[in-house]
């Protein structure tokens, strides 16, 4: 008797626990109810950034806070500013081997992998925000991103976008091509060896020391990125003028990787919302830089006294047609270089001529004298 | 004892569905589980697209999809073509009233509510897709669309951009402003209205009837959207000049609007989901329309021969100087649009300025001769 009461419990147990986990009991209208068995995910996100830097920081702990929202809090992520966990630079390594889960970077930082990774950061007189967003989405580069980091065990996807860098902090005027002749300024990657070609000397410096450097006279100029970025540099008080535009930086991606088998082993839907969340910040990082940089220019040049200054056209054409020449060389590395290249060129070419009916026809059209 | 022994298994029973259902059981690692009841909903969403138009009615689709993937299927949306639940410019009235959770369209079509509306889809010589975003996201744009749209018990978000529209397709060449005197064309809304104290005479048909209104003469021209969707109608084989820049649709917001009551009955995660899904085809449809763009331009050009035309700057100055009298006028019609016009004039004039030194010196840059 005891012991047909333990079966009987056990099986109403089981029975009991299998209709909650199966969920099938129709209900009231035309709604059903289930229920899941859930489980909680908790990953760690390792960033190239300083904790909460404005835009970039930020944006990397929204695409936490998102992610976390729209899966109810079954994907909880812990956001490691740059150094907390690994060092900036090593984010991706921390990520490809599982050290976390996730990743917040940009493309660029990682040429030492493979050089044609960059393509999916930015170029120089590449690709805007917008037009990145078409090519990625719509044109095949996402495609094609995805299968480059498969080799190294990530997923990438677009999170972030600065839109249109400045040129630059100097403390010497760019009248003429003369005027960068052993110029000492911070330009990194790719941006940098066009510099040097145009008789530049570029310089590699974390963001952290431009400001002594500028100071001390170490540098005569420095790129970083935006007016909203640079002000909370404090750069106005040590260069004189501020260049435009970032003819280096034109709308640069950052990217969030997301470790391939902790990926995998997501249920579709949390995949779909990690992804989504990516998507969102790619966008709304952008909308952020669009609203701030204008109030952070006028501060700088209204109260701070900073001069704004275009580079000449001369200057212009001659780092395009350099960096033209350093971007072939690239693509012409390997084959997954001249693959990427391929698709990227052939639209960039199409974006292009529609820009200058669109975007640019009405830009003009709207300040015409 | 029997007693006893259905008192001890109704109690296991209810303590087991406890465990299950609140979901303290800790497992391996850093992970627990949880069991929760799902309800699923059924949504209907009417839009003012043609079923499956391409951009327009397939971003609807769209959203409708990530929403179903994103939630693992606890919101099914079924999408609804114009007429097909009610008629088009219903949509607003249909989902304020509940008889569908949700729509998809554009603020301007229910400028009979409230013409202050209007500002939330875009107005002449207005902004860009990303400065739209840039007011909305962190300008205080849609802090004040929600605020309106809540009278009529509807919470809107933005959900798809054409990106900059082209001028239009004309049959009669367009060399200074005395050839708009007369023209008929057709342009809705606050373009029109410009179009109409500029001298011409402007007429509002639907998408449908416009190839045959140009064929038979009784259009000098139209406009529509740009040349992915206007390659579809086939405007190429009954108008001869194709115009640019569309100064009076510089960057339209579509709009996705969500019945109240629904909304607020969703759980957090879900309107979470829901409120993603919009940002993220408020992004992709102008990622598409950007990559499909100048394909369709070229085989218009190349293929079928048609004249592509930029407007005089004469006519744009003129446009522009109309254009900036009747927003006023609209911005001054009772104290809603006076908010609003108020908070999108301060944004333009900032972001006019800081446009000017990244995304059109850039562009400028990437051409210059």
Chains 1, 2 share one sequence.
Not at 234 to 254: C, D, S
């Amino acid at each position: 008797m005891k012991k047909n009461k333990h079966v009987i419990t056990g099986l109403l147990l089981l029975l009991s626990m299998a209709v909650v986990i199966s969920g099938c009991s129709p209900k009231e209208g035309d709604s059903k109810q289930k229920a899941v068995i859930e489980k909680v995910y908790h990953w760690k996100m390792v960033t190239t950034w300083p904790k909460n830097f404005p835009g970039l920081g930020t944006g990397a702990n929204n695409l936490a806070s998102l992610i976390d929202k729209m899966s109810g809090g079954r994907i909880k992520v812990k956001v490691y500013g740059a150094k907390e966990l690994v060092p900036a630079f090593e984010v991706f390594d921390a990520v490809s081997r599982g050290t976390a889960e996730m990743g917040h970077g940009a493309a660029y930082y990682w040429k030492g992998k493979n050089e044609a990774i960059q393509f999916f950061s930015t170029i120089p007189f590449g690709l805007t925000a917008d037009e990145m967003n078409g090519w990625l989405y719509h044109g095949g580069g996402l495609k094609l991103w995805r299968e480059v980091y498969a080799q190294y065990n990530l997923v990438p996807a677009a999170a972030g976008n600065t839109g249109v860098q400045m040129g630059g902090w100097f403390n010497r005027e760019i009248k003429s091509l003369a005027d960068i002749k052993g110029l000492k300024m911070r330009i990194p990657g790719l941006g940098g060896e066009v510099f040097k070609r145009a008789g530049g000397t570029p310089v590699n410096l974390p963001g952290g020391e431009l400001y002594t450097a500028l100071q001390t006279g170490a540098l005569d100029a420095t790129e970083w990125v935006g007016p909203y970025n640079d002000l909370a540099f404090g750069f106005y008080k040590v260069a004189k003028y501020y260049y435009y535009p970032g003819w280096h930086e034109p709308g640069t991606t950052l990217e969030a990787i997301i470790n391939k088998k902790a990926f995998d082993a997501l249920p579709a839907d949390l995949q779909e919302i990690v992804l989504a969340a990516c998507k969102i910040v790619n966008q709304d990082m952008l909308a952020e830089y669009m609203a701030r940089n204008n109030a952070a220019l006028e501060t700088l040049i209204n109260e701070h006294h900073v001069q704004l200054r275009a580079f000449p056209d001369d200057v212009l054409k001659e780092l395009r047609r350099i960096s033209d020449e350093v971007v072939e060389e690239l693509a012409n590395k390997d084959d997954t270089a001249k693959r990427i290249y391929a698709s990227l060129k052939k639209y960039r070419e199409q974006v292009t001529a529609w820009d200058e009916i669109s975007e640019r026809a009405f830009l003009r059209a709207r300040t015409i004298k």
